[in-house]
Structures are given as structure tokens and as C-alpha cells.
């Protein structure tokens, strides 16, 4: 697979969103609520700022690399299963904008 393939990296995102659900229902006898999913995706956009900082040398950790690798993908990951369970085209979002900064501080 191309990583340049955003169609692809959807879909195989709700394919591991759909697996987790199913984990979920294993163990807890329910899927998260689209909160849930929510909640879990600013706990990782907190890790992505603490990872940040400690690749700044603000934040006392060792070797974060790895892992602010890992949480940007995961926060990307999430977003794309945010979107999809709000009834939202993630392409056409990013779209529209990255269409109105340019109009605002570009043309």
C-alpha cells in the first residue's frame, strides 16, 4: 500500500476501529460510545504535547521519538474514526479547510 493512498489508509483505519469493537464488546458487552472514542482521542493528543516537549528538551523523558511517531499516527487514526462515526467525509473536512486558510492568508 502507498502511504500516499488516503482512500486506503481509511479504510484500513475502520477495518482496526471495527476490530476494536468488537474487542470492546468482548469485554465490556458494549462498543465505546462515539464520546468514548472521543475522550480516548485527546488523551493521545495530550501524549503527542508531552512527547513533543520532551523531544524539545522541555519534558524530562528519554528516546520519546518512537512513541511521538506512534501517537501522531494514532491521533490521525483517530481522527479518521471520529469523523466516520460523526457522518463526516474526513477528505472533503481537510478539503474544505485547508481551501478557506488559503483564501484567508494565501489569496
Do not use: C
Amino acid at each position: 500500500m502507498s502511504k500516499h493512498n488516503l482512500d486506503e489508509i481509511i479504510r484500513r483505519s475502520l477495518e482496526i476501529r471495527a476490530k476494536y469493537h468488537e474487542l470492546e464488546l468482548q469485554h465490556h458487552g458494549s462498543e465505546w460510545t462515539v464520546e468514548e472514542d472521543a475522550l480516548a482521542y485527546l488523551t493521545d493528543a495530550s501524549l503527542v504535547g508531552r512527547n513533543i516537549m520532551s523531544q524539545q528538551q522541555r519534558w524530562p523523558k528519554e528516546n520519546s521519538r518512537n512513541e511521538l511517531e506512534h501517537k501522531l499516527g494514532e491521533n490521525v487514526w483517530w481522527l479518521i474514526v471520529l469523523a466516520d462515526r460523526s457522518g463526516i467525509d474526513i477528505k472533503d473536512a481537510v478539503q474544505k479547510f485547508i481551501s478557506s486558510k488559503e483564501q484567508l492568508l494565501i489569496n
